[in-house]
């Protein structure tokens, strides 16, 4: 056990893992995923221009998920978290199959869906509706947090951004699911093959990566809070979103 107050004093393997562990489940209890955005959209159908702002910006702060895995890849220097978030990028990009890349699959599901709320084709790179600030803020300062010349503040928030996924996509697909009278019963699963393929698989074992990653980072008490700044840092830029999402769609 760890005696020492001092911040330098290390930590043995257990003890990084079991704290590590311990912060990235207490995600769910963050705003990131506890908000009044999640029970709007899956208490009820919004309309298509409503749909409309949330595809806009949930797609473009996805579309960026390879640019921060890879800035992430960048800034580490421990040859196995090197080799697990390589793993994770080959995954969003499709296993090398570029009609198989995650946003693409994202896209093309936001663009059916319009496409059927609107009566015509919508490209979603020409939709009227706005990228809102906060998009803006999260996509910026994401990007800087993911590129910190501390690695463990790039693993805290590779940690972040893995483990608020899972149930972050758990409750889009259930709001989904209230669109499903504009399709037939097939078509529509053929066309939630985005939240099937996170849901399934691929955000569990990236789950799993982030926390062996972010425990390799970590050997001291110090390297425990560059991880929990990292970590709160991209998760309150995910609240901020979507509680602007949230006041757009629905203003007092």
């Known amino acids: 056990m760890t005696t020492m107050t001092d911040q330098t004093v290390e930590l043995s393997p257990e003890e990084a893992h079991d704290r590590i562990h311990a912060l990235a489940r207490g995600c769910s209890d963050h ?4 908000n009044p ?3 709007l959209w899956m208490s009820q159908e919004l309309t298509a221009d409503e749909v409309e702002l949330v595809a806009k910006n949930f797609y473009e702060r996805v579309r960026r998920t390879p640019v921060r895995i890879a800035l992430a890849f960048l800034h580490m220097t421990d040859i196995a978290a090197r080799a697990e978030t390589v793993e994770n990028l080959y995954d969003e990009m ?10 693409v699959i994202l896209k093309d599901f936001f663009e ?3 496409g059927r709320l609107r009566g015509h084709e919508v490209d979603l790179d020409s939709v009227a509706a706005p990228l809102l600030p906060s998009t803006v803020r999260l996509i910026e300062e994401g990007e800087k947090v993911f590129s910190s010349p501390y690695a463990q503040e790039v693993c805290g928030a590779l940690l972040a951004q893995e483990w608020h996924a899972y149930p972050q996509l758990v409750q889009l697909y259930e709001g989904v699911r209230n669109y499903r009278g504009h399709y037939g019963l097939e078509e ?3 066309n939630c093959e985005y939240f099937y393929l996170h849901i399934g698989a691929t955000e569990k074992e990236h789950k799993i990566h982030s926390l062996s990653t972010a425990a390799k980072a970590c050997r001291t008490v ?5 991880i929990e700044r990292g ?4 998760l309150d830029l995910l609240a901020e979103n979507w509680n602007e999402i949230h006041r757009t769609v629905r203003p007092a």
């Not at 110090?222 to 560059?226: F, K, Q, R, T, V």
């Open 37 to 39: 955005f999640y029970e």
């Open 31 to 34: 705003p990131a995923l506890k």
């Open 222 to 226: 110090e390297d425990i809070a560059h």
């Open 112 to 114: 059916t869906l319009l």
């Open 94 to 103: 499709g296993l090398g199959n570029p009609r198989k890349v995650h946003s």
């Open 188 to 190: 529509f699963h053929e």
């Open 231 to 234: 970590f709160t840092t991209y």
